[in-house]
């Protein structure tokens, strides 16, 4: 760790605080709003002054991804533009300016930020500012973009070593001996990891005598028993990390701790294992179960923002941050699920949970190929002719969507499935106006309010085609 460290960021500052905050509300209304520059230079401005904040660069890095459309190469003619930063980063790194390598680390991801060296680089400056979840987080990014690159993984090794994480960085440095089997440092440090994790779990390092020893290595600094040391059978979560710590590359244990912890609403811990059992294996279903914790810890955020601005129904800042988490949720669902899509083609489930998200950000012409195709199973036949039928409406292509709106309506009942009973009716009830159809219309809106009497303006539609037997305009068809 540099001596730099004291003087080089001082991040405690309340005011910089206090103009970070600002910023970070200005960069998620621009993230709702989709106007990535501007939410790109406030979340700049955020890491710039709290730069030990690792929510800041991460909603930074998210927001560059946004810019370039995950293109993974970032803007045009990237290396030219890349090459004068790269040498104000040597030149900081030379003179020990660990500061001024991070902010032109940081300078440089805006340009591209899936460049392996440049989150390098950022992990670097902050593993010597002392900001170690941001060299973790970066060094991460940087094995992400290059899992073939020995230095990435040794810098990876080390932030999670710093972290305490000592299993973690063994498997880097067992990654890095895959790559390189003759590195006999490799193996050693793997090795080591292994030890040095024993003797922080055992709470040695931390014995001020050998009669805290003697009292036993479960004696933390705090004084209380360490879960590591507990016998076997008393603790699963001490049982599965000793199993790890035994067989590194046996992917079970890393999975049903994972799980251990996901029961447990331990969703950082659980993604954390799933993360590593991933690394240690190479498992695609692994991974899976990883991008399941991360969805459910943005809904778990998304649910909190909302209780918030519930409590404050007239604060604009707390609707702009829902607007954005709902919009950040959709894309990675959008995201994870386009992936499984592939992965299992024959999966229909899981084609209409991403129809029904790409509905939510109208890329109808996907939406719909994929609801038809999910319509062939017909243990959810109804929901999705019911999705179809409401996606046809939007696109004003009433005819078909009347003929969905039938085809789903008897696969409904009002004792077993009101909403859907009622929502197919309601539509069928508008489509029948519009045409003219009064008689139909009629039906249909009895059906709806023989269920519920006040849905939309159901019995109101009703009083009117009864009443003078007229017409009526298909209006809030946006209220779908």
Not at 30 to 36: L, V
Not at 302 to 330: F, I, N, S, W
């Amino acid at each position: 760790m540099s001596t730099e460290v004291a003087t080089a960021a001082p991040s405690d500052d309340p005011r910089k605080r206090q103009i970070a905050a600002m910023c970070w509300t200005r960069g998620t209304e621009a993230m709702a709003k989709e106007t990535w520059d501007y939410a790109i230079q406030m979340f700049g401005q955020c890491a710039q002054l709290v730069p030990s904040n690792l929510v800041y660069r991460q909603m930074l890095r998210n927001c560059t991804y946004k810019k370039y459309k995950n293109n993974g190469t970032g803007a045009s003619m990237s290396g030219m533009r890349l090459m004068g930063i790269r040498s104000k980063i040597k030149k900081a790194r030379g003179a020990k300016n660990w500061l001024e390598m991070d902010l032109a680390s940081e300078e440089g991801l805006i340009v591209n930020p899936w460049d392996g060296q440049l989150n390098a680089d950022v992990g670097e400056a902050a593993q010597n500012l002392g900001h170690d979840d941001v060299a973790l987080y970066a060094y991460e990014l940087a094995v992400k973009s290059d899992v073939k690159n020995k230095e990435f993984w040794k810098g990876l090794a080390g932030a999670r070593a710093q972290k305490h994480d000592y299993v973690g960085a063994g498997n880097c440095w067992r990654e890095i001996y895959k790559l390189d089997p003759l590195d006999g440092e490799a193996r050693s440090k793997a090795q080591a990891m292994d030890s040095q994790g024993m003797i922080h779990k055992s709470g040695i390092a931390h014995a001020e005598s050998t009669q805290e020893v003697k009292q036993g290595y479960g004696a933390s600094v705090s004084g209380k028993r360490d879960e590591a040391v507990v016998g076997p059978g008393e603790s699963a979560e001490a049982d599965l990390q000793r199993a790890i710590r035994k067989d590194p590359a046996n992917k079970d244990n890393y999975t049903k701790l994972a799980d251990l912890y996901r029961r447990e609403g331990k969703l950082q811990q659980a993604l954390d294992w799933f993360t590593k059992g991933f690394e240690a294996s190479s498992d695609p279903s692994i991974k899976e179960q990883a991008e399941d914790v991360q969805l459910e810890m943005l809904r778990k955020n998304l649910d909190t923002a909302r209780q918030q601005a519930l409590k404050k129904p007239d604060d604009a800042h707390l609707k702009e941050g829902v607007m954005a988490l709902h919009k950040e949720l959709t894309a990675q669902e959008i995201d994870v699920y386009t992936r499984r899509t592939e992965r299992y083609p024959k999966d229909l489930r899981m084609k209409f949970e991403l129809a029904q998200r790409l509905v939510k950000v109208k890329q109808f012409p996907q939406a719909i190929k994929l609801l038809q195709q999910a319509s062939s199973d017909v243990r959810m036949e109804g929901p999705v002719l019911l999705t179809l039928a409401k996606v046809f409406l939007q696109q004003n292509q009433n005819a078909l969507a009347q003929r969905q709106f039938e085809k789903a309506v008897v696969r409904f009942s009002a004792a077993d499935t009101p909403a859907e009973f009622i929502e197919c009716h309601y539509w069928l009830g508008r489509l029948a106006q519009e045409a003219k159809d009064l008689d139909a219309a009629e039906r249909h809106y009895t059906e709806v309010i023989a269920v519920e009497f006040d849905y939309k303006d159901a019995h109101k539609r009703l009083e009117e085609i009864q009443g003078s037997r007229g017409g009526g305009m298909m209006e809030g068809v946006d209220d779908l």
